[in-house]
């Protein structure tokens, strides 16, 4: 069940479009926003969806490049709620 | 969003994706992004990390009496937001499912819930058996005020000096080779050398697992296209030398034959400072009798001589480094226009001849000149979040009380006295017991056999653990049944497994706190949710026991006034019962002792601010010095006129606490020696030991956190791949690895996370049912008294199935 967090830089000067576009997508949340950049997590319910979904990141035309932060591959929706 | 678990991860793992894009400052210190994704319902606060020395701060989310996000502190000059893997989850070690709750006596065998009253008075009939045979073990992660009511408690109390804290297998020999060699303990530095050196080498250190936020700090520059030069000096490889322009793998011990290889060519090639050397620093070397840290004077000329025989070959032959790498060593020490900042902790400091090696680190700094420049000087890093601010700097050690003093001398436990209120001669003029004697001690049955110490109080730690060589100094096996042992501890552990008396403590955010991190910064949290069931600070268990024993009619918890030794009055000056739970947050126990600590504070030019200015910083650098405007002025590098208040007008760099008393630093020789153990046709394999990114020391914590457990689940054993064949091992099997003095079984990863040379195998510490500390060696440093965990001989068995 992984989650993974990421700053992802643009190649366009203003990266609000695109955050708004990948946040569209339910596995995604983005977070701080700057310029060139932004902060992104994405929840996936497997590895392999969890590994399709970067590759489609990282070929994604607009995305300059991407720097992994965080990587929790845990099965935490078995955890009881805190 | 629902403050589950998962939520929690997501928070977290946004965040630190938030503050890696932000790498400014908000006006507060939460990502605005965070906070308001998280909602109004919850409260946010800071704190330090509650995990490792780097000091990190973080900022907590709490919302129904429980911690529900924690993020990276934008506002804290340490880590700017960052955090490590730990750090994320920092949060989740406080929600354990088997969290201590109520206090337990072990009757007949098994631990019995019993009130905190009869606890209470268990350890006061202990105290009072006979209160010289009382010891306290603690830690460097005690607050600041826990070890110093602890410190008092025992040396104030009880005119009994056995406390030590676990610093004691952790840095010792990082304080005395300060001491040596500037006469005080802690770094002249701060982390900012991390952001303006050129060049930085690690002594034996992984940093990049052990104190990954720095790592990232220096890395990171490089990121930026600055140029920066990784130097990993190691046993091993590792995540460190992974990043490293250059890595030199030596054989154990040898780190004192390349040190003065460095100091002998920087002779040769006449690079060395003669300026920096000619003004501050002598040269000294051991006493032949009876040996001191304060040595004795020794001529340049013979120190030059000495050096000699540390030829690049002799160096190379010893070591196993280069002749190449040995003279890129020196060259870079001696180009003056280098900014160098050399890193070391538990290689260095869990050593046979740590203090030695230490001094020798400092030497070939302050020989070169590479001192006192931001960017350029020696620092230690420690491995507990408060090894510095309490262990070191409150003096919980066998030897010390507050601020540097010494009970051994007569005005030194006369200014104690002084500040506490007691009459004179209460605190007892001879050291007590450190850590390996003292748990020695308790392992001996008989008084007359040095067997005096009859119970021992373990507060914030685990020895049961991390006792080198355990079943020697704490096997449960062999334990006398008049022995006791106290255990104060958050989750069952391997030392609350043979505790006869088991009380539940608060931990990190559940209660007040102060810590002090490896660059001197001292860092203040306030209690943000309660403790679990009956789980009490540590500080009122200690003032709780103080009180009865001061019912009881006993006289050391009196002053020379008959009032009791943790006297704390409210503003209209009427006592306060603090030994009564309900009662003890009436008031800021914490900021009464802090203040009271803060006296001793000034008299090593440690100087601390009052309590306030820390509650509105993300911590402050000692000394802290009042300006004229009455501002409170941290210092990041001390002995140097630019930033130190205590350096003299004109001098440049004075080393003001000098052993000598003329305001120079000791530049010491110390030859290489084989260390105590080495591998032979029996033990044939080094045994390294030490740590994981995913664990913080035993693991009490961080194993009770699912996505760390998950992520590294056991120890194992990293083996060479010329080893693995040779002894026909596959990944994955379980092998016996065995010493002279016990043997532990653990799977095999060859070439694992770090990668071993041939004849060499790690097993880090952190697995409780893969008690390492079984094999190792208990030799210790003769000054610091620190064991050496990083090298013993043993031998690997397969086991079959």
């Known amino acids: ?82 | 969003m629902s403050p589950d678990r998962r939520s929690f991860l997501k928070l977290a793992a946004l965040s630190a994706a938030t503050a890696a894009a932000t790498k400014a400052s908000a006006s507060s210190g939460i990502d605005p992004e965070l906070a308001k994704r998280m909602g109004p319902g919850v409260r946010w606060d800071k704190a330090p990390c509650r995990f490792c020395g780097t000091g990190c701060h973080v900022q907590v989310g709490v919302q129904n009496n429980k911690v529900v996000a924690i993020a990276g502190d934008q506002e804290a000059p340490v880590n700017k937001g960052l955090l490590c893997m730990k750090g994320y989850h920092v949060g989740l070690a406080l929600y354990g499912e088997d969290r201590l709750t109520t206090p337990l006596l072990r009757v007949d065998g098994e631990l019995r819930p019993i009130s905190w009253e009869e606890a209470i008075a268990v350890i006061a009939d202990r105290v009072e058996l006979d209160p010289g045979g009382f010891a306290i073990y603690g830690s460097g992660q005690w607050t600041v005020p826990e070890g110093y009511a602890a410190q008092k408690f025992l040396k104030g109390g009880l005119s009994c000096n056995h406390i030590d804290p676990n610093a004691r297998l952790c840095m010792a020999s990082a304080v005395t080779g300060f001491i040596a060699t500037y006469g005080v303990d802690e770094p002249n530095g701060c982390y900012q050398d991390l952001d303006e050196c050129d060049v930085v080498i690690t002594w034996g250190n992984n940093p990049a697992e052990m104190h990954p936020v720095l790592f990232s700090r220096f890395m990171d520059r490089r990121s930026r296209g600055e140029e920066i030069t990784l130097i990993d000096m190691s046993t091993r490889r590792t995540r460190t030398s992974a990043h490293a322009d250059h890595f030199l793998r030596f054989r154990p011990q040898s780190d004192l034959a390349i040190a003065n290889g460095i100091l002998h060519l920087l002779l040769r090639n006449d690079t060395w400072d003669k300026e920096f050397v000619g003004k501050h620093v002598n040269f000294r070397t051991l006493e032949k009798d009876k040996p001191t840290l304060k040595g004795e004077a020794m001529s340049f000329e013979d120190w030059k001589k000495a050096l000699e025989p540390y030829t690049p070959d002799y160096v190379s032959e010893i070591s196993g480094v280069s002749v190449e790498h040995l003279h890129l060593l020196a060259d870079l020490f001696g180009d003056p226009e280098k900014r160098i900042t050399s890193l070391w902790c538990m290689g260095v400091n869990q050593h046979t001849r740590g203090t030695a090696m230490n001094t020798l680190i400092h030497a070939v700094h302050l020989f070169s000149g590479h001192f006192g420049r931001p960017g350029d000087n020696p620092t230690s890093l420690t491995g507990q979040p408060s090894a510095c601010g309490t262990a070191r700097e409150v003096g919980t050690l066998a030897h010390a009380l507050p601020g540097g003093r010494l009970v051994a001398k007569d005005e030194h436990r006369a200014q104690s006295e002084d500040f506490w209120n007691l009459p004179a001669g209460r605190i007892n003029p001879k050291p007590g017991k450190h850590t390996v004697a003292m748990w020695k001690s308790w392992s001996t049955p008989k008084a007359e056999e040095g067997g005096e110490v009859h119970t021992i109080w373990v507060q914030v730690t685990n020895p049961g653990q991390t006792m080198p060589n355990s079943h020697l100094l704490i096997d449960p096996g062999v334990k006398d049944p008049d022995k006791f042992l106290i255990c104060s501890d958050v989750y069952p552990t391997a030392t609350t497994e043979i505790a006869d008396l088991v009380l539940p403590s608060a931990m990190w955010v559940e209660k007040n706190g102060i810590f002090g991190n490896s660059e001197r910064r001292t860092q203040q949290w306030f209690k943000q949710v309660e403790p679990p069931g009956d789980a009490r600070d540590d500080v009122w268990q200690t003032i709780a026991v103080a009180r009865e024993l001061f019912e009881r009619g006993f006289d050391g918890m009196k002053d020379k006034d008959g009032h009791f030794l943790f006297r704390m009055d409210d503003a209209q000056g009427r006592e306060v019962p603090v030994w009564e739970w309900r009662r003890y947050y009436d008031i800021n126990v914490d900021e009464r002792l802090f203040e009271e600590y803060r006296l001793f504070s000034r008299l090593k030019h440690k100087d601390l601010a009052p309590y306030s200015e820390y509650v509105a910083s993300r911590g402050l650098r000692w000394p802290v010095v009042q300006q004229d405007d009455g501002t409170w002025r941290e210092t990041r590098f001390r002995f140097a006129e630019f930033d130190d208040p205590y350096v003299t007008k004109g001098a440049g760099h004075e080393f003001y606490h000098s052993t000598t008393g003329d305001g120079r630093a000791q530049v010491w020789f110390h030859p290489y020696t084989p260390p105590p153990e080495e591998p032979d046709e029996d033990y044939p394999l080094w045994l390294c030991t030490g740590r994981v990114i995913e664990h913080w020391h035993t693991g009490t914590m961080t194993g009770r956190i699912p996505q760390l457990r998950q992520s590294m689940p056991s120890a194992y054993v990293e083996v060479n791949r010329q080893d693995a064949q040779a002894l026909t091992l596959q990944n994955g099997d379980l092998v016996v690895v065995e010493s002279r003095r016990g043997r532990v079984t653990v799977p095999v990863w060859i070439d694992g996370r770090g990668s071993p040379p041939p004849g060499t195998v790690f097993v880090p510490f952190f697995d409780e049912r893969i008690r390492i500390n079984e094999v190792t060696l208990h030799e210790h440093d003769p000054f610091s008294k620190q064991p050496d965990y990083k090298k013993c001989a043993v031998r690997l068995r397969k086991v079959e199935a």
Not at chain 1, 56 to 75: K, M, N, S, T, Y
Request: charged share 25%.
């Open chain 1, 1 to 82: 069940m992984p989650i993974v967090s990421a700053v992802v830089y643009t190649r366009a000067g203003d990266s609000g479009p695109l955050a708004a576009a990948l946040a569209r997508d339910p596995r995604i949340d983005v977070g701080g926003m700057h310029p060139d950049r932004f902060a992104l997590v994405a929840d996936t319910a497997t590895r392999a969806e969890d590994k399709a979904l970067w590759r489609e990141l990282a070929d994604h035309p607009d995305i300059l490049r991407i720097e992994l932060v965080i990587a929790q591959f845990g099965d935490v929706l078995s955890q009881e709620a805190m």
